[in-house]
């Protein structure tokens, strides 16, 4: 009888890991596929959203245009460098050189995606994001939202990053994630306190208070929005 139960059993568990190798097949097929449609070159993700397509508040007029990293022209590489390292190299500090060195080879990148804010023929920002996995969640990852100095504090980065959740929702991806410098106080506080992000369990202070581990630190937060439960429970949550 014993034999039996045990049979009964290990044929119970042998069905329960089947199917869980199949749910998470069919998973990873999903999230690719996700990925894959995000991707087309038949999408231009901002064409999606006409509203955001003009951005007509507080004094200003401008416009905004989708590109992609491996059609950069040579103009506009120029001005994201240029742009990042004005806004960038006091909140990385020594870090700066390596940091700037990586943001070159990021910026063209077939996978890097592209929405540039222009003032009649003259850009004034932009901002760079993927779609992509975070502990086999699909997230539309910001890489990069830069405004010259001029066109901060005015309501624009709160409305790109509207668009840039609507992009999130539209594609089916279940968050919202960026890296922001601990230094970057007023970034950390626009978004914790306006756009409602929180700091995500991936984040390295989250991940070596998990682990009970002290005196280490890193430069950096990492945060998120989520749009679901499994999304919540694995990057808010976990």
């Given at each position: 009888?014993?034999?039996?139960?045990?049979?009964?059993?290990?044929?119970?568990?042998?069905?329960?890991?089947?199917?869980?190798?199949?749910?998470?097949?069919?998973k990873k097929k999903r999230?690719?596929?996700?990925?894959?449609?995000?991707?087309?070159?038949?999408?231009?993700?901002?064409?999606?959203?006409?509203?955001?397509?003009?951005?007509?508040?507080?004094?200003?007029?401008?416009?905004?245009?989708?590109?992609?990293?491996?059609?950069?022209?040579?103009?506009?590489?120029?001005?994201?460098?240029?742009?990042?390292?004005?806004?960038?190299?006091?909140?990385?500090?020594?870090?700066?050189?390596?940091?700037?060195?990586?943001?070159?080879?990021?910026?063209?990148?077939?996978?890097?995606?592209?929405?540039?804010?222009?003032?009649?023929?003259?850009?004034?920002?932009?901002?760079?994001?993927?779609?992509?996995?975070?502990?086999?969640?699909?997230?539309?990852?910001?890489?990069?939202?830069?405004?010259?100095?001029?066109?901060?504090?005015?309501?624009?980065?709160?409305?790109?990053?509207?668009?840039?959740?609507?992009?999130?929702?539209?594609?089916?991806?279940?968050?919202v994630v960026l890296t922001?410098?601990?230094?970057?106080?007023?970034?950390?506080?626009?978004?914790?306190?306006?756009?409602?992000?929180?700091?995500?369990?991936?984040?390295?202070?989250?991940?070596?208070?998990?682990?009970?581990?002290?005196?280490?630190?890193?430069?950096?937060?990492?945060?998120?929005?989520?749009?679901?439960?499994?999304?919540?429970?694995?990057?808010?949550?976990?």
């Open positions: 009888m014993e034999c039996e139960d045990e049979k009964v059993m290990a044929d119970t568990n042998s069905r329960s890991k089947k199917r869980t190798r199949t749910q998470i097949t069919q999230i690719e596929e996700l990925l894959r449609s995000a991707y087309s070159s038949a999408i231009d993700h901002l064409s999606e959203f006409p509203n955001f397509r003009h951005y007509n508040t507080n004094g200003l007029s401008l416009y905004l245009v989708s590109g992609r990293g491996n059609k950069l022209s040579s103009d506009l590489k120029n001005y994201i460098q240029n742009l990042l390292k004005v806004n960038m190299e006091g909140p990385f500090g020594e870090e700066w050189p390596a940091e700037e060195k990586l943001k070159r080879r990021e910026m063209s990148s077939p996978e890097a995606l592209y929405i540039f804010v222009y003032n009649k023929e003259s850009i004034i920002g932009f901002v760079h994001y993927r779609f992509t996995t975070e502990e086999d969640i699909p997230v539309l990852y910001v890489y990069e939202l830069q405004l010259e100095p001029a066109y901060q504090g005015k309501g624009l980065g709160k409305f790109l990053m509207q668009l840039v959740e609507l992009i999130a929702c539209k594609n089916g991806m279940d968050a922001v410098q601990k230094q970057n106080t007023s970034a950390i506080s626009f978004y914790l306190n306006r756009l409602r992000y929180n700091i995500s369990s991936i984040s390295p202070s989250k991940v070596y208070q998990q682990m009970g581990v002290t005196g280490q630190e890193e430069s950096y937060e990492i945060l998120c929005k989520t749009f679901d439960g499994e999304a919540k429970a694995v990057l808010e949550e976990s």
